[in-house]
C-alpha cells in the first residue's frame, strides 16, 4: 500500500478525527474494490449518496440514531458528481462533517484525463506502477492511449505484424474477459490498419466484441481441423467445403502457433469454443486438437473433466482477490459440475473422483475465506458493469436513457429464471441453440444476495436496492411489483411504461402478450419459477435437476418467450436470484418458533442471542453479519454443502454461501443478424 494511488487517499482516513467525513468523489475512487477494502480495515463505514430518500433512510436508522444513542461511529459519505461539490447535500451533514475531495487528475497529472477516467478503477494499479517505473512525462490523448494500452493491457501494436501476433493479445483480452475502453479499442484499430496484413479482418467487430471474437474462431475451426487431417495445406477454394463465415477474415488462422495453441484446451473445456463433428474423427482424437472434435465416447467426456480438474486446481483465486477472478473461474466451476454431475460413473475412473472432491473443498474453503473478506465491498461498487443483482435495474436503466430517442422507443425485458444457476444455465443454453440457432448469448455473471434465498436476493433484483431498503417486505415477495413500478418511477418513466408478470415458465403467453401490448410497455419484469420448482421437488440430487431442467428447456416455452420479446424489439436480459447445490443434512436446529425463515441451507433470527444458542449445537455454521441487511434480520448458515435437514438426508438447496449459490447467470440474448 506504502507507494500505491490508494495510500495517497487512505492516509485521510484516521479514525477518531471525526466521526462525519464528507468525499467529493467525481472519479469513483472510493468505490473501488481495494479502497473499500482499506477504508472498512480502518474502522471507517461507507454510504454512497446517490438518493436523497434512501440515504436519509440508511443514514437515520443506521447512524443517526446509534449517534443519538452515544455510540461512536466513523461514516463516510461519498458523493458522486462531475462537479464534485459536496454543496448538494443536505445541510445537517454539511454542519456536522469534514470535508475532503479526490480525483484523478490530482492522481495522475501528468496523463490525459478523460483516457484516465475511461479505465476501469481496478485498472488504476497497473497504471500507477507504470507511471512509477517508466516516469513517461507529460503525454497527451493518443500517447496516453498507447502508453495505457501496453503497460496496463500488454498490447504492443507495433509488434503486431502477423495473424498469430494479433490472436494472441485478442485471445488473452477476450479469455480473460478484459474490458477495455472503446476509445483504447478505436486507438488499437487506428494503429493496427497501418499494417496491410490485417486488411481483410473484420477489426471494428473482432476488437472489442468478445462473443463475435470466438464466433470468429469458431468458424474457422472446422477448417483448421481440415488442413491438420490433410497432413498440410491444402487449397481450400478447392476441398470443395461449403465455409461460408458469417464474420470477415482469413479462412485458415494459425491455431497451432505455440501462442494460440496454448489457449485452445481452456476455451473448449469452459464451452467458450464447441466441439465438432469431423469425418476423419478417430485420427484426430490422437493428436492434440482432439479437444475439439466431437466423438461422443465417454472417454473424451472423462478425458475433459480430467482436463477441467487440472486446470482449475492451481487457479483457484486467493482470499484478496478481485471480485472479477471468482467470476471467470466460475465459468470453468460450472463446466466441472455438469460434466460430474451428469456422468457420475466417469468421475469414479482413473481417482478423478477423490480430486473432485479435494477440489470442492478447496473452492469452497477459499471462497467462503474470500467472501468474509471482500463480500461487502462489493454492494457499493458501481452498477456498470453490474456485479450484484441489486445492480442489474441502474445498468438496465443507464442502457435504455443512455440510447438516443427513437421511434418507436427503446425497450427492455428482464428475465428472471429463480433458483437457476450458472452450471444449469449451461444446460438451458445447450438446449435454447438447439431450439433456436440463431439466437446469440452475451454471457456474463453476477453475485446473488447472501443469504441466498428469494425473499432477500429476487427483491434486490426488482428493488434496484440492497435488502435494508425494503425491511418491512423481506420476508415475502409481494411487493415486487410495486418495487419495480417504484425504481422505474425514479428513473423518469410513467406508470404504464414499467410491467410486472411472476409464476411463469409453462403454459400460455397470452397473459405475457397482454401484458406486452399495453400501451406505452417500454420494461418488462418477468419472473419465471419453473426451475424453483423443480428444485423444491427434486429427490434425485444435482444430475436429477439438470435432466428436469433440460426437459424444460426443450419444452417451447422459453424458446417461443424470448421469440414473442424480441419480436416486439425488447433487448433482452435473462439472470436468476441465486443458484442451488446438493447438501446432505446435518441435523434439523430445535428451536420452535424463534426462526423468523427457516430455509434448508439458511435459518434467518431476529435476535443475536437465539442465533447463538442455535450455533452452539453447530458450530460450523456461519454467522453472518447484517451487510446490506437489516439489523434485526440474522442468518445462520448451514455448514459448507450440508443443510439443517436431518443427518444423512441429500437434497437440492439454496440459501447459504458457495459459489454455485453465489454467483449467477447475467445473459443478453439477442438474434445473430445473419
Known sequence: MKDSWRSRILRDFTPGVARLTLVADPDGLLLEEGMLEGIRERGFELIPFEDHVAFRYAYESGFRSRWDRGEETDLVVVLRSEAGDPGSLPFDLLQAGRRLSFNLGDIFPHLSYPVVAALDRGDLDALNEARQKHAPGQLGDNATKEFVLRHVFG???EFIKQPADLLRVLLRRHYRGQRVPAMLDERFIQLLRRNNTFDDWSLEALVPDREAF????QERWPVFLDRVAAGGEPDLREAGKPYDPAIDGPLDLPFEHQDVRVYIDNLFLEGLLHSVPHENADTLANTWVSVGVRTGQAEDRLCRLTKLVESLEPSIPAEDARHGEWLHFARGWAQTKVISNEDRELSEMNGVSGRLQALVRAVDERFTAWVRKR????INLPAAPPVMLHHIPRFLAHSL????????PAKLALLLVDGLSLDQWIVVREALAARQPRLRFRENAVFAWIPSITPVSRQAVFAGRPPIFFPDSIRSTDKEPALWAQFWAD???????AVYARGLGDGSLDSVEELLSRPGARVAGLVI???DKIMHGMELGAAGMYNQVRQWARQPYLAA????LLDRGFCVFLTSDHGNIEAEGCGRPAEGAVAGLRGERVRIYSDKILRDKVKDR?????????AGLPDTFLPLIAPARQAFVPVGERIVSHGGISVEELIVPLIQIERKSI
Do not use: C, R, T
Open 491 to 497: 428513473q423518469g418513466l410513467a406508470p404504464n411504461e
Open 155 to 157: 498490447i504492443a501494436p
Open 375 to 378: 463480500y461487502a465491498g462489493l
Open 401 to 408: 436513457l443512455s440510447i438516443q430517442p427513437a421511434s418507436p
Open 529 to 531: 419459477d419453473k426451475v
Open 618 to 626: 453447530f458450530p460450523a455454521a456461519v454467522e453472518w453479519p447484517p
Open 214 to 217: 470466438f464466433a470468429f474462431l
Open 561 to 564: 418467450l424470448l421469440d414473442l
